[in-house]
């Protein structure tokens, strides 16, 4: 089965040809970070206009890289939620009407879901997994018992930890968005601060990144006058922050694994682009003796393949959507 996999529910404007879910045919990502970038955030009306304006274009060129035309597509699977409402609906619409002109079935995937199935098209992985998806707008643990079985294990109280780079980044001036930058920042940088971890109760799987974002607005408060300013360890506060979120996340999952006895870790979302991120996990998955999936870099983050996948297995199964259905802002994985 050959799909067409579209994907605007934030920042990105996506499309991807996906055969027979394993051979990615093109997947072509138009990223909006530099409209976004003077307002140190995604602004949700100037996101929506620029899909509008690159949707066409960005299917136009993921066809073209697949060596395809549109009525090749045999389906096609559109982000419906989450995510910004605005974002969603253009790529919605559009999914829409390319169904009802070339009469394909549609699908409307679950952003979160399409992160947790990213990683299937690089590797097998038996169930069940533990899956880690950390990104922008969620931190979040699951059990995965199969395609659709995904129970919540522990999620994040206040900010997900994407959120908690972006916003470091910005108390230091860095710019937007934070991940990259701090990672980068972080390699010159030793961990000498030691910034609170916080632990939302001892049997809780849940995150939460608030608290560490406070520490570093307190410690950079310490600063008071334009010269100590000047002086602001800048790179050890990013290496020290980057460690402080890392090893959150490595302990709810050390946690999590012994309570479930999980074999298998999976990771997923687009913090995990994080090449600190990656190398801590894979000596905790050693020590531990679980064994570790992380999709690769460009796959981590938002991308229209893993739309396409999880589009694919739902289509081949005969699971198809009404071209009624609406965007959905807020929208529980797994949750039909
Ligand atoms: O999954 P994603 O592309 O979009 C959402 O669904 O949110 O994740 C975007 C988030 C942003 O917060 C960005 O700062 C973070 O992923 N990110 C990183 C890195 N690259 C992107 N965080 C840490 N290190 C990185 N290298
Ligand atoms: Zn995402």
Known sequence: MIILGIETSCDETAASVLKD????????????????????????????????DNI??????????????????????????PGLVGALLVGLCFAKSLCAVNRVPL???????????????????????????VSGGHTSLFLVKGIGAYEVLGQTRDDAAG?????VAKLLNLGYPGGGIIESLAEKGEPKIRFPRAIPSA??????????????VNYVKGFTTPDSLKKLPTE??????????????IRKV????????????????GVVSNGYLRRRFQEMAR?????????????????????????????????QDSLDIDALSRWRVGVS
Not at 163 to 167: L, S, V
Not at 255 to 265: C, D, I, P
């Open 203 to 216: 049997d809780s799987l849940d995150f939460s990144f608030s608290g560490i974002k406070t520490a570093v």
């Open 107 to 133: 699908t409307g995937v679950n952003h979160i879901e399409g992160h947790i199935c990213s990683i299937f098209l690089e590797h097998e992985v038996p169930f069940p997994f533990l899956s880690l998806t």
């Open 21 to 52: 879910g394993k051979e990615i045919l093109s997947n072509v990502v138009y990223s909006q970070i530099a409209l976004h970038r003077p307002y140190g955030g995604v602004v949700p009306e100037l996101a929506s206009r620029r899909h509008l």
């Open 236 to 249: 050890d506060i990013a290496a020290s922050f980057q460690e402080a979120v890392v090893d959150m996340l």
């Open 254 to 269: 050390i946690q999590a694994r012994n309570r479930f006895k999980t074999e298998r870790l999976v990771l997923a979302g």
């Open 287 to 319: 020590k531990e003796e679980v064994e570790l999936f992380i999709p690769s870099p460009h796959i981590c983050t938002d991308n229209a393949a893993m739309i396409a996948w999880v589009g694919n297995h739902y289509l081949e199964r005969g699971k």
């Open 56 to 81: 066409v274009p960005v299917v136009e060129e993921a066809l073209a890289q697949a060596g395809l035309k549109l009525e090749n597509m045999e389906g096609i699977a559109v982000t419906r939620g």
């Open 163 to 167: 959120e908690a780079f972006d916003k």
